[in-house]
């Protein structure tokens, strides 16, 4: 009796290493895909997207919600995260500090040596749209004061009133800071608030102008006037997955699935797909329908 016990102990440890083995290394796709994203809608669109697109294709994957740039860069580094889609003009402008304002290919290929080498960390390709800072006022405004441009707010900017997001105050070489040295004006003052919030606070005349994000779709919706940055201050902001080179080196067939979402998506269609997030349609539906809509799943 002993003896059978024996053996049928040895019997379940035998069975339990077989499939321990099974399960852990029976598939390349079996360790978690770590996907993280800022804290506003586009962000959290393409980070979903990413998810579900690499879960469509057999991998296992978690998509967290972390809040600005340094928050989701510092994760990466760490190896808390294993990618997440940033701008290039962020990384160019607020990482690697460079101030001088260029061309779209010309900022990519730089900012991805420089990642490449600085950080260790390397740039997929672009996904197609420039969320690119731009001002933005209403239409009633444009007809009261005759301005086009954000030239032309000098007569009257020191009665105005801005806002926008936190990080946009504060960034000196593509934010506030950056736009009144650049123009040299400055505004009354500048508020800080949820960047959904800024479109609506701008409508009610809470605000004079605001930082928008120039795929919002409540730019179309609201009737708003994006100004000509006359000037050229806000680099190109071509958003694109990044993830550690090791990472990339590790797992080359993401990477390959990765890039064939270069230029899938446009600033209007982006317009469209933020539009439908913020007038409230689930992240997670509207992430499968960018997908659907270029017959990726």
Known sequence: MKKAIIWIIVLVLVLAAILTYVFTSGSKNKDTITIVNKNYTEQRLVGEML????????????????????LCFNALQ???????????????????????????????????ELSEKEYGIT??????????????VTSDFVEKYGVKTISDLEPFASS???????????????????????????????????????????????IDVNSAYATDGRIAKYNLVQLVDDKSVFPPYYCTPIMKQSFAEEHPDVVE???????????TDMQNYNLMVDEGADVKDVAKKMLEDRNLI
């Not at 740039?123 to 933005?136: H, K, Q, R, V």
């Not at 926008?164 to 506030?176: A, H, K, M, T, Y």
């Open 123 to 136: 740039w997929l390709e672009p996904l197609g749209f420039n969320n690119t800072y731009a001002l933005a």
């Open 160 to 206: 105005l009133l801005i806002g926008g997001d936190s990080e946009f105050g504060v960034r000196e070489i593509d934010g506030l800071p950056a736009v009144e040295k650049k123009y040299g004006f400055k505004f009354k003052s500048y508020k800080s608030m949820d960047q959904g919030i800024t479109y609506t606070a701008l409508v009610n005349g809470e």
């Open 51 to 70: 998810g579900q697109y690499l879960a469509s294709l057999g991998y296992d994957t978690e998509v967290k919600e972390l809040g600005g740039s340094m």
């Open 257 to 267: 699935a990765l890039n064939k979402l270069k230029n899938m998506w446009s600033d």
């Open 78 to 112: 760490s190896g808390d995260a294993d990618m997440y889609n940033e701008y290039t003009g962020t990384m160019y402008s607020s990482v690697l500090k460079k101030t001088e304002v260029l061309g779209a290919e010309e900022t990519y290929k730089i900012t991805k």
